[in-house]
């Protein structure tokens, strides 16, 4: 019996020890790992990348719109099939835009290391343009783009896909940057710019009156910070994409390529030097003030087709701009004020701005029995002639804006902007003669006046209504005036892109009008 007894308390024992050691291999619940952590160092929206001390912030928008009265949903009737106002001119461009914006931020013994990347996804209405055939014939196109004069000028296909694009969706690299201990290497915003770009109080893309990289240029930057608000920056930026409003050879210019807004072949040469921009900006609680200058080094190619033509020497351009902000004005609160001024020689860019374009060709009805109006008018860096140095363009303007809150939902802001463009006397003389009536164009028949001089005049209002935080619906109606000083009547022999027919035209001043309505949502 006591044998039995013992055999039993001995397997009860070894049974519990197996059970206990069974016990102890079992899995223990582990301390739940925080994979995204806050990080507050940058303000908010940033978190920390997992298994790094790199923060991240995702953000963008997007954006649908419908621009009335033009081929292009960043700017009026101002050329080509937009200009000609007929039946191949839109009533209406829509678009539908994703914007996609990383912010990383790390914190390092030199300070924070910064990259900034804004990339755009774009589906926009197309244009149609005549092809001059005998049946009426049009081709489709995709996008209006900028050539290098600064023309608007149709490109792509909705057949071949030339534009790289299929039909009217495109991607757009806005801005890709890194900063680090005072520079900024990449593309971002000009530092010549104001820090509203285009936009003093606007939605419209194309005021005068001031630069605007709102897409971003290439550039090397240093910036220093000398407290207080004060801050300077020099640059190094790329001229090629944005700065280049073109160098003309007058010795092609035609009458009928004058009244398509071309005074002559554009005749840019290779990069040479990139623009060198200074900016002194003091940011305090009343507002900011920012002084800009510019260098741009105007390089032409040859005379002729081939080396042994010549060439003109380089000469330099430069445009100088002041900007003030004005906040906490006695009319509400955030209301506010922006103003700039600009002179440029040889610089244009900086005043008839990228999306302005600066070449004008615009149609209208006639006062004195022609069969149409037109007004003309380009704003390139230099001009010259088959063996003649390069003679600048010399321009000044200003734009400006008012905002006024009505409540935390409603704001609405009136603002305008004016450019004007002056040509020297080698140029004068060779489209107009020495005394407005010879030349290219000032000795044909019929003209009473020519001179290449012309100013932009622009006025808007703008209604936004926000009706939930990072949601806002807005109106924005613009008018531009075309005051050009060609002044008569010519005989153009017409044009296929636009179906404009041999005729006599009356010069003209001209005006259009584009309202852009847009819904936005900020994340």
């Given at each position: 019996m006591k044998l039995v007894k013992s055999l039993l308390l001995g397997s009860a024992a070894g049974l519990i020890?197996?059970?206990?050691?069974?016990?102890?291999?079992?899995?223990?619940?582990?301390?739940?790992?925080?994979?995204?952590?806050?990080?507050?160092?940058?303000?908010?929206?940033?978190?920390?990348?997992?298994?790094?001390?790199?923060?991240?912030?995702?953000?963008?928008?997007?954006?649908?719109?419908?621009?009335?009265?033009?081929?292009?949903?960043?700017?009026?009737?101002?050329?080509?099939?937009?200009?000609?106002?007929?039946?191949?001119?839109?009533?209406?461009?829509?678009?539908?835009?994703?914007?996609?914006?990383?912010?990383?931020?790390?914190?390092?013994?030199?300070?924070?290391?910064?990259?900034?990347?804004?990339?755009?996804?774009?589906?926009?209405?197309?244009?149609?343009?005549?092809?001059?055939?005998?049946?009426?014939?049009?081709?489709?196109?995709?996008?209006?783009?900028?050539?290098?004069?600064?023309?608007?000028?149709?490109?792509?296909?909705?057949?071949?896909?030339?534009?790289?694009?299929?039909?009217?969706?495109?991607?757009?690299?806005?801005y890709a940057f890194i900063q680090f201990a005072g520079f900024t290497m990449g593309k971002a915003v000009s530092q010549f710019d104001a820090p509203w770009t285009n936009y003093p109080g606007n939605n419209f893309d194309s005021l005068v009156g001031g630069s605007g990289t709102v897409t971003g240029v290439n550039q090397f930057t240093y910036t220093a910070d000398f407290g207080q608000g004060v801050t300077a920056s020099f640059s190094a930026e790329d001229a090629t994409a944005y700065y280049q409003a073109g160098n003309l050879n007058m010795t092609g210019a035609t009458a009928a390529g004058m009244i398509g807004g071309s005074y002559g072949s554009n005749a840019i040469g290779g990069s040479r030097s990139p623009n060198l921009v200074g900016m002194v900006r003091v940011d305090q609680a009343w507002g900011l003030f920012q002084a800009s200058v510019a260098a741009h080094d105007n390089h032409v190619a040859y005379y002729g087709a081939t080396e042994p033509t010549g060439h003109p020497d380089d000469k330099w351009g430069w445009a100088v701009q002041l900007a003030l902000s004005i906040k906490n004005i006695p009319t509400g609160a955030g209301d506010v004020i922006n103003i700039q001024g600009v002179y440029t020689d040889g610089a244009s860019r900086y005043n008839f701005q990228n999306l302005s374009g600066g070449s004008y060709s615009m149609f209208g009805s006639a006062s004195n029995g022609s069969y149409q109006s037109v007004g003309f008018a380009i704003a390139p860096d230099t001009v010259f002639t088959t063996g003649s140095q390069q003679e600048t363009v010399k321009t000044w303007g200003f734009r400006g804006a008012y905002t006024h809150n009505w409540d935390p939902y409603w704001n609405t802001a009136i603002y305008g902007a004016y450019a004007q463009a002056q040509f020297g006397s080698q140029a004068k003389t060779a489209l107009c003669g020495a005394t407005g009536t010879g030349g290219v164009f000032g000795g044909l028949a019929g003209v009473t006046a020519c001179n290449p001089d012309f100013a932009i005049a622009q006025l808007g209002l703008i209604t936004r209504w926000t009706p939930v935080k990072n949601l806002t619906f807005s109106a924005d109606v613009n008018w531009t005036h075309l005051d050009q000083k060609y002044s008569g009547d010519v005989a153009y022999v017409g044009a296929g892109t636009t179906a404009k027919p041999a005729a006599v035209y009356q010069l003209k001043d001209q005006d259009t009008i584009t309202l852009l309505l847009r819904a936005q949502r900020n994340w």
């Open positions: 020890a197996v059970g206990g050691a069974q016990a102890a291999d079992l899995p223990v619940k582990a301390k739940a790992v925080e994979y995204v952590k806050i990080c507050s160092l940058y303000g908010a929206g940033f978190y920390y990348i997992p298994g790094t001390d790199t923060c991240i912030k995702l953000g963008g928008y997007l954006r649908a719109e419908v621009a009335l009265n033009t081929n292009s949903d960043f700017s009026g009737q101002l050329t080509s099939n937009n200009g000609a106002r007929n039946r191949l001119t839109n009533y209406y461009t829509m678009r539908a835009r994703e914007d996609l914006n990383i912010d990383t931020r790390t914190a390092t013994e030199y300070g924070v290391v910064r990259t900034f990347f804004d990339g755009v996804f774009s589906w926009t209405t197309g244009n149609y343009a005549g092809t001059g055939s005998a049946t009426g014939t049009t081709a489709y196109s995709s996008t209006l783009a900028l050539n290098t004069s600064g023309t608007p000028a149709l490109v792509g296909s909705a057949v071949n896909g030339t534009d790289g694009a299929t039909s009217g969706g495109s991607l757009g690299v806005y």
